[in-house]
């Protein structure tokens, strides 16, 4: 079936440093990407989204590029800080219409930032 | 976590009892749904809900049951509690169907 996935599951960086995330996809159809952010303890916080007639999309600190042609999702994160610290999620819509999108979701990466 | 709240945050039942988690959202979103988290399976979503008494299966439906009388609230079921249901269960609404806001979840032991 359609998946989405993770290329690492763990991240070091040092703060200050530049951070970057990928997540593949492998449903075409897909035509929505959205980053999660989950601190331990917590629910899952929206990040940054994205959909697919775009190719980057960015806010504050945060950018997503999308590559459709190798199926290619990434998060990064400019000047990581000690707060950034958490698990990212990258999830996509499949391209569903009907009465209701779901989302499916990557199994995540966990970012540490190191001192 | 701005408008949902979920209840209870912990809760420690035996197996085969009846559970009830409760989602209530101040957002007035159309769509709601119940997700479960594992560790090594991420997300995964249960049932979701399109409209007051509209409600569909998702991936990991059994053993679950939903019900939306009002649009602020949507309840999930476990109708006799299994040690395979431990878990902690997160609620997320959406306006449009895309962007999803979720709860602060549920941690449930079932021994």
């Known amino acids: 079936g359609e998946s989405v996935g993770l290329h690492l599951p763990t991240l070091s960086v040092q703060e200050g440093d530049n951070s970057i995330i990928n997540c593949a996809y492998s449903?075409?159809?897909?035509?929505?990407f959205i980053w999660y952010k989950q601190e331990s303890g917590k629910g899952p916080q929206f990040i940054i989204d994205i959909r697919s007639n775009m190719d980057k999309r960015q806010g504050q600190r945060v950018t997503v590029l999308l590559n459709k042609t190798v199926k290619h999702l990434s998060l990064q994160i400019a000047a990581t800080q000690p707060g950034d610290s958490a698990v990212y999620f990258c999830a996509e819509n499949g391209g569903q219409g009907g009465s209701a999108r779901q989302l499916t979701f990557g199994s995540g990466t966990q970012l540490t930032v190191l001192p | 976590d701005a408008g949902i709240t979920q209840s209870p945050r912990h809760k420690v039942t035996e197996t085969g009892t009846p559970v009830t988690l409760r989602c209530h959202q101040t957002e007035n979103h159309r769509y709601m749904y119940w997700y479960r988290q594992d560790p090594g399976h991420g997300l995964r979503l249960i049932h979701y809900?399109?409209?007051?008494?509209?409600?569909d299966k998702g991936e990991v439906s059994d053993g679950y049951s939903v019900s939306r009388s009002k649009t602020e609230d949507f309840l999930l079921t476990l109708e006799s509690a299994t040690s395979s249901q431990t878990s902690v269960y997160f609620c997320a609404i959406s306006l449009s169907g895309n962007e999803q806001f979720f709860g602060p979840g549920t941690r449930l032991t079932v021994l």
């Open positions: 449903n075409s159809a897909s035509d929505y």
């Open positions: 809900s399109y409209g007051v008494k509209d409600t």
